[in-house]
């Protein structure tokens, strides 16, 4: 008794005194989490003056003063949830997330099944990248609460950024199922299966949140996935809902253009582009896009007569200038191209481009001298030159087997561009073209000692240690990095598979190849890659079509009998089940 009144007697004590001047000096009152504890408030009051006081210096950006007065406030009730929650707060604001772990846990254990206590924990967790116990800490508060919405969204979010769609799917689908109004459920669940590569069933969630909310940022999004998947009328019928609720909508008109245009009806395409000019701030810019539009239909000599028109208007249009070069370039006209070429001012957008196009043609033409005094003339001039005009000269020199020369060229990138970790990227890659792997792999590692987020670097070091068999758990752990930095690129994703594929993960392997061959349809590579990981998962059939289509798409001779290899040594039923799928 006599210690709880001391106790009692001295927290008074700090109450009286409570003022902005304490500000944690040696001999002030011990911090809440230094005393033992005890069961009841001692005071009120001083908590309520210490949390204004930690709240006022909070907002006036003074967060240490702010930090020691609500642990004050805890000093005078260490039961004031509020506090902890707005102490715990702060904490995570100043970077002291182990401490602001600490004050949640604590503000849990007042309340067990406090579900907005525990939900600010397993952000907490998510944050820190302790996904397993913020997983946890979700699907316990839904065994308690499973119609809380906000948790089993974050809960499938959280599984998502792990990549483990199934468990996402799982429980985004059960949240549409509780919860068929919610807009926020059905859009995270198509963006899920876009993820995943199952486009029928996120177009049909699309459908159903533009059904909740129509909204202009949704439609676009569900717009751009019936392009991708070719349902070309849905896509209209969404850029023709835009126009009509708003006119003005440039946007919506160019993406409608271009629907038509991928349509092969490319007098609608103009028609709508012409409309699109007449409503546009930069109508210059749209005109360019209607020449862009006929040259790619084939209609070269509209084309020449209304980019002749421009730059009538406007000599330095660097743009219709470059689309006129391309026009006479398609039509064969070389030695009007390379008059055009050579006109292009260092300061376009399109110099680099123009550079390195007459590079080209005068190589076709085997006018290799010619060539190279074009690049040599391009990389003396020190404030336009450009990385690709070296890698062009080397690539130049190599074809004529000057593999000196070559390399040359690339001792003065690195003296040109000192430190730039592209130059040994750009190196790395010539060195493989040589077919000279170890050199190559030392020039990459070069790269990311330089840039250590080098996505390309960070995928062809993984990839080769995957292709060799060895490092394998490092090699994954480039790719990963490579995948975060560039999701949608196949060519990681098929690296990603790949490294799987030689873990033993056959199940994850598939999924990662299945994705790779939507973001990379053409690549024969990647569908090879699937069939060896079909092939793995006891899925025959499956193994049978993606050899078929990369045995379709393999251009080498070598290529083309080593996956006929595969193919042959398949049952025929395999074949024909294949062909059934």
Known sequence: MLKRLLIAGGLALCCLSCAPSLRGVPGQPPFAADLEPYEEAVDKGCSYFNFLWGKSAEIEGRYDEAIYAYKQALVCDRLAGRVMRSLAGLLVKTGQREQAVEWVNRLVALNPKDSEARTILANLYSIMERYGEAAEIYQAILVDDPQNFNVRLLLGGLYARLHDYDKARQVLEK?????????????????LYQEMGLFDKAAEAFDKALALNWSPLLAYEAAELYEQEKRYPEAIAIYRR?????????????????VYFRQGEIDKAISEMENLRDISANPAKVELAICRILLDAGKRLDAVIRLNAILKKDPQSDGARALLILAYYQQGDLATTKKLLKQVRPASPAYEESVIMLARIMQEEKDFPGAEKALRQAMADKHNRRLN???????????????????GVFTQAFADFPGNAEVYYEYALFLHKLNDLPGAMHQMEEVLKREPKHARALNYVGYTWAEEGRNLEEAKAYIEQAVALLPKDGFVRDSMGWVYYRLGDF????????L???????????????????LKNNDSPGAYKAYLKSLELHEEADKKEEVRRKLEALSPKDGQAGEAK
Do not use: C, W
């Open 507 to 514: 199940p994850a392997a598939v999924r990662e190849l299945e």
């Open 516 to 534: 790779a061959v939507v973001l990379s349809p053409d690549d024969p590579t990647i569908y090879e890659h699937l069939g060896d990981a079909y």
């Open 242 to 258: 835009i126009i009509e609720e708003d006119a003005s909508d440039e946007r919506a008109r160019s993406f409608l253009a271009n």
């Open 389 to 407: 005009f070296y890698v062009a000269l080397a690539m130049l020199y190599a074809g004529q087997d000057k593999t000196d020369k070559a390399h």
């Open 175 to 191: 949240l549409a199922e509780i919860n068929p109004d919610s807009y926020a459920g059905f859009y995270y669940l198509a963006k």
